[in-house]
């Protein structure tokens, strides 16, 4: 795994990769291509009907496109993409990737709550060889709060308490998702370039204090 390099965060791209039927308007994600600097969506296709190899495949043209470092910003089906990524294709892109925030990721064994999730089964057990975090709601209602730490677990991710945030999609209601942006920065992407002002930092960091006693965020 890659250190910790401040010049190499500094510089990274955010690409985005949503999940099951893409990000609408009102989408941290999609609010995140808008107001954040450098930060762009992995256009994936067949949205509503993704296949894991082909997802794979144009994960892997976008971070191609890039010139230089790249944080990847998941959202749900989006974490399971880059997981699988990062076993089939990673080797070539290793020292791209500064870096993963993986939001919500879904049940894809038998507890799966939509059917075309089980095609990216089984969910990949190896270690991400780049720094991650894991982001979980404890109602989510496609996973259970203490599967996602296992997945956490499985990837060597850092694990982050989102609290009671539904899916942490648009129906979540949560805007830019200011908690998701600090931890944004816990991989090394600073604020000081984009309008957080201190009292909102602040405010970050002590709801996630919980996080960082117990998870190491």
Not at 113 to 123: E, M, N
């Given at each position: 795994m890659r250190p910790y390099a401040p010049e190499l965060t500094a510089s990274a791209t955010i690409l985005t990769v949503p999940g099951l039927m893409n990000s609408g308007p009102g989408h941290w994600q999609t609010i995140w291509e808008t107001e954040l600097p450098n930060c762009?969506?992995?256009e994936l296709g067949s949205w509503d009907a993704p296949q894991r190899n082909s997802w794979i495949g144009n994960l892997n043209h976008a971070i191609d496109r890039i010139d230089g470092p790249v944080i990847l910003a998941a959202h749900s089906l989006g974490c399971h993409a880059v997981t699988w990524w990062a076993a089939f294709e990673c080797r070539e892109w290793s020292e791209k990737i500064v870096g993963a925030l993986l939001v919500a990721p879904p049940e894809l064994e038998s507890g799966a709550?939509?059917?075309?999730?089980?095609?990216?089964?089984?969910?990949p057990k190896a270690l991400l060889p780049f720094p991650s975090i894991l982001v979980a709601s404890r109602n989510d209602p496609y996973i259970s709060f203490s599967r996602a730490r296992l997945l956490a677990q499985f990837w060597g991710s850092r694990f982050a308490d989102a609290g009671e945030a539904g899916h942490i999609n648009a129906d979540s209601a949560l805007g830019d998702w200011t908690f998701g942006r600090f931890l944004l920065s816990r991989l090394g992407q600073p604020f000081e370039d984009q309008g957080m002002d201190g009292q909102r930092i602040a405010g970050e960091r002590e709801r996630s204090a919980e996080a960082t006693l117990l998870y190491g965020v």
């Open positions: 762009h969506r992995a709550v939509d059917p075309r999730l089980r095609g990216f089964a089984p969910t």
